[in-house]
């Protein structure tokens, strides 16, 4: 039997940088997170949880998805409060896109078709064309 001894073994290179490496990742998922939280409407029926989700240029439109992701079966369906507007995330994909919606309107997650749906995740974006359209 071949044994090689310890101080013959190969070394990684760069052993010192694995430390800042995992803090960093730590830090970036924490961050992610947090930001999550943030975007996300809690399921409402009576939308007496909503939020504002303000839509500044260049952003010009609204991205809802469905969550936990991926999450492609049932429906949600979004309320704009001021604007009287039902948007839907339909079944079969992920996530839709709002073009021009109200500028600073509320939004409260007020329906679903699937219990699993528990929250709807928001950001307003950029529209980069060729995202489903909510119905």
């Known amino acids: 039997m071949l044994t090689i001894p310890l101080a013959d073994a190969p ?3 760069h052993t010192a940088r694995r430390p ?3 803090l960093a990742a730590v830090a ?3 961050l992610a997170a947090a930001q999550t939280a943030q ?3 809690a399921f409402s029926p009576d939308c007496r949880n909503h939020q504002q989700i303000q839509v500044n240029p260049p952003q010009n439109a609204i991205l809802f998805s469905k969550h936990p992701v991926p999450h492609p079966a049932g429906t949600a ?3 704009a409060i001021n604007g009287l507007n039902n948007y839907v995330v339909p079944a ?3 996530s839709c896109v709002v073009a021009a919606p109200d500028p600073d309107d509320n939004y409260c997650f007020q329906a679903r078709n699937d219990a699993t749906i528990l929250q709807v995740g928001f ?3 950029v529209n980069p064309g060729g ?3 909510c119905q």
């Open 28 to 30: 970036f998922c924490s």
């Open 77 to 79: 369906t979004v309320f």
């Open 123 to 125: 950001q307003a974006i």
């Open 20 to 22: 800042l490496l995992a």
């Open 92 to 94: 079969g994909v992920n």
């Open 131 to 133: 995202l489903p359209a």
């Open 39 to 41: 975007a996300q409407l």
């Open 11 to 13: 070394r990684p290179v």
